[in-house]
């Protein structure tokens, strides 16, 4: 079992920056792709960016390419989200997530319980 804690949500200003982050509680880190999800009020919830097992590899959603940044610290179990040049469309709950499948597609086994951002314009 892993267990995923999100830190770091809050509320800024459009055109501010925010940084997530997500500590893991397992000896087994590197054996997980990470990712990050977020569901705003009243949609589905959508997938966000990835980062490999080494930190090698990343992968964006077009809405964040660009702006938004992945990274992870296998040594602190820790994976990160940079959020620059937020907008309010960005306002949703951010989602960690940790799986073992070959890539972004997941599957994605185990899931933080959120954290919330919200943008204002």
């Known amino acids: 079992q892993v267990q995923l804690v999100e830190s770091g949500g809050g509320l800024v200003q459009a055109g501010g920056s925010l940084i997530l982050s997500c500590a893991a509680s397992?000896?087994?880190?590197?054996?997980?792709?990470m990712g990050w999800f977020r569901q705003a009020p009243g949609k589905e919830r959508e997938f966000v960016a990835a980062?490999?097992?080494?930190?090698?590899?990343?992968y964006y959603a077009d809405s964040v390419k660009g702006r938004f940044t992945i990274s992870r610290d296998n040594a602190k179990n820790t994976v990160y989200l940079q959020m620059n040049s937020l907008k309010p469309e960005d306002t949703a709950v951010y989602y960690c997530?940790?799986?073992?499948?070959?890539?972004?597609?997941?599957?994605?086994?185990?899931w933080g319980q959120g954290t919330q951002v919200t943008v204002s314009s």
């Open positions: 997530a940790a799986g073992l499948g070959s890539w972004y597609l997941g599957p994605y086994e185990y």
């Open positions: 980062i490999s097992r080494s930190g090698s590899s990343t």
């Open positions: 397992t000896p087994t880190f590197t054996s997980y792709i």
